[in-house]
């Protein structure tokens, strides 16, 4: 019943923005812990943000500082991930996925296992 669905990838040149889109439904956002994560063909998956429940708390991983941006529309069901300045290496299909975890630490809001839904994906293309 709970779905997440991803939207605002594409194309972009380098140096250009995007802003990520994930609606959530079959629950209540605000209940969880938001991430985004990425992968890229032929390797892992890989943290980029994540947000707490009430969006006071975010961390990134250190290629997203002073780039990318985390938000959350709780009352919308709704969490954002705007990317500013990309670069080829930002190609990758982007997920976004929340967990239900109590504490909000490294080794909770950076771990995909520590997840229960995710989005389809979407992909985000950065021409040099």
């Known amino acids: 019943q709970v779905q997440l669905v991803e939207s605002g990838g594409g194309l972009v040149q380098a140096g250009g923005s995007l802003r990520l889109s994930c609606v959530f439904s079959g629950g209540t956002l605000s209940t969880y812990i938001m991430g985004w994560f990425r992968q890229a063909p032929g390797k892992e998956r890989e943290f980029v943000a994540s947000i707490s429940r009430n969006g006071d708390r975010t961390y990134y991983t250190d290629s997203a500082k002073g780039r990318f941006t985390i938000s959350r529309d709780n009352p919308q069901n709704t969490a954002y991930l705007q990317m500013n300045s990309l670069n080829p290496e930002d190609t990758a299909v982007y997920y976004c996925?929340?967990?239900?975890?109590?504490?909000?630490?490294?080794?909770?809001?950076?771990?995909?296992?520590?997840?229960?839904?995710w989005g389809q994906g979407t992909q985000v293309t950065v021409s040099s």
């Open positions: 996925a929340t967990s239900a975890e109590t504490d909000y630490t490294r080794s909770v809001y950076a771990r995909p296992d520590q997840y229960r839904h």
